[in-house]
Each structure stands twice: as C-alpha cells, then as structure tokens.
C-alpha cells in the first residue's frame, strides 16, 4: 500500500510555528501517528526521546504520564516502531585473531595438524555454555595476539560432540599441544584461575626447534577411533609398519656392543626360513 504524506502545521504556545511530515492516519494502520496542535519543544522532545531510546522492538506508548496528559497532543498516541538491530556475536566468535581456526570436522583436525610442520598447534576444545569456557577465553585470544606463530585451534564441543569422544575429551575447557614430528606434547584442563598452568606450556613448547620427519598430528588410536566412529565422515587406514631383518636388528645391536664384524650374524641363504647362524672366525 502506498504512503501518503502528509503536512501537519504545529504552532507552539509562544506562536512559533513548525512543519512536520508524517504518514496519512489510517483507521486500520496502527502503526501511524496521529499528531494535532502541538508544542514545538514536545515533537523535538519526542524525536530525541525516540533516537536514544533502547526499547528495541516493545511497543511504545506516548501518551498520559502519571495521570496527566502531554500538553497539545490527544490523551493516548500509540506507535508501533521497530528497530533493525544486527545479529550479535557470541563469545566465542568475538577476538578471533588471523592464528586462530575454527575446527569444521575430524577431517580437518587431521589435515590442519598434518599441515602445521614444525609451528605449535594448541588445540582449545570448548562448550558454548561452560563458564570456564567463556571467562578464559579473552585471555586466549591475548595470547594468540602475542604468539603470531603459533596457530590456535577451536573446537566447539556442542557442535562435535562425537569426535570430541572420540578423542577422549570429557572435561571442559580442555587443551592439548602438538608439534611436529613430536606429536602431542601435553593435555590438560585449565580455568581463568588456573591459567599459569597454560602460560608454563605455552614457554616451554613454544621456543623455535627443528624436527625431523613430518608432522604426527593425532595419535594412532586417536585416527582410529575416529575412523570407527559412525556420525563421522573420516576414514583411515593404517600404515604399513616397516618390520627390520633379523641382519639388521643383530648389525644394530653389534654396532651398539661394538663387536668386530666377523662377529656380526648372518643369515644363511640356503634356508627358507633363514635361521640366524654366527660366522665363523
């Protein structure tokens, strides 16, 4: 339905005079404002009343206050007003620094810890509605704001509730620290009153180090389990263990005892089942 404006003239008692546009008044549209003669001062009194107003969507009536009506307006003017008020964000999602991920599924654990090289993951698994969980997390932010290089990674329980079974996680907040070759280097639950626990682990597993292989992200049984897991997407499968020779295993021990190499055993080649036989001197 179109809007038709309209001209209302408001003179004030000292005969200053003001226009103001509002909307045609219609009986089957509440949401309009009826305004007769009025004071000047009470429309710049309302307009100001309505900016810093927090009412926030609830009805607002104008109308009589405290018995007595508003000089110059109708005994009860009701209007309907509505503010747009964009979505807020939650706790979790506010202070989010460029180091700090949002862990989506087990598959992008795995890939993301895989991935990491040699820089400290620390992973923070965390419960929209723990108070422990939200009182600690400003404080995690701070430090990912201080330690650019290591990369913070953000699990919400709620959401993967499974997987963090999986990983056997049943205390909130919770933390685990990975890196590198080394894989998992400590775990432990800690509170806003407990923080230095997790300022000892930060200084202690965050100085540079190089390691050799690539990274171990997740433990052997940890992929498995996931893997197991029905309400996951994630499959794995184990990776063929290199079992040493019996030459080789008795060369490494003789290399350690430091015997002389016609001490060192062989493998006799006539034998299918390569029976382990001492050389002779």
């Known amino acids: 339905m179109a809007e038709v404006l309209a001209r209302s003239s408001l003179v004030?008692?000292?005969?200053?005079?003001?226009?103001?546009?509002?909307?045609?008044?219609?009986?089957?549209?509440p949401s309009f404002v009826a305004i007769r003669r009025g004071s000047c001062r009470h429309v710049e009194a309302l307009k100001?009343?309505?900016?810093?107003?927090?009412?926030?969507?609830?009805?607002?009536?104008?109308?009589?206050?405290?018995g007595r009506p508003l000089r110059g307006f109708l005994p009860s003017i009701s209007a309907q007003m509505t503010l747009c008020v964009g979505k807020s964000s939650k706790w979790w999602e506010k202070c989010?620094?460029?180091?700090?991920?949002?862990?989506d599924s087990a598959q992008d654990l795995v890939d993301t810890l895989q991935n990491a090289g040699d820089k400290l993951v620390i992973v923070d698994f965390f419960f929209p509605g723990c108070g422990g969980c939200r009182t600690i997390h400003p404080k995690i932010c701070q430090f990912a704001e201080m330690n650019t290089s290591v990369l913070f990674l953000q699990i919400n329980h709620e959401k993967h509730k499974s997987m963090c079974y999986s990983l056997n996680v049943h205390v909130l907040p919770f933390f685990r620290f990975y890196r590198g070759a080394n894989g998992r280097l400590?775990?432990?639950?800690?509170?806003?009153?407990?923080?230095?626990?997790?300022?000892?682990?930060?200084?202690?597993?965050?100085?540079?180090?190089?390691?050799?292989?690539?990274?171990?992200?997740?433990?052997?049984?940890?992929?498995?389990?996931?893997?197991?897991?029905?309400?996951?997407?994630?499959?794995?499968t184990n990776k063929p263990v290199l079992v040493p020779s019996p030459f080789d295993i008795a060369e490494r021990a003789a290399a350690d005892l430091k015997l002389p190499v016609h001490l060192i055993p062989r493998v006799s080649q006539g034998s299918e089942k390569k029976t382990l036989v001492t050389a002779q001197g």
């Not at 926030?56 to 206050?65: C, D, M, Q």
């Not at 989010?96 to 862990?103: F, G, Y």
């Open 96 to 103: 989010l620094h460029p180091n700090i991920k949002v862990i």
């Open 186 to 236: 400590c775990s432990f639950s800690c509170t806003n009153a407990t923080i230095k626990k997790f300022k000892d682990a930060l200084a202690k597993h965050s100085t540079d180090r190089c390691n050799l292989g690539p990274a171990k992200g997740l433990e052997e049984s940890e992929l498995l389990a996931l893997a197991a897991n029905k309400d996951l997407s994630f499959s794995y």
């Open 48 to 66: 100001s009343s309505s900016r810093s107003s927090h009412f926030h969507g609830r009805r607002l009536v104008v109308g009589a206050t405290k």
């Open 12 to 29: 004030s008692p000292c005969g200053d005079q003001c226009s103001l546009s509002l909307p045609s008044v219609g009986r089957r549209n």
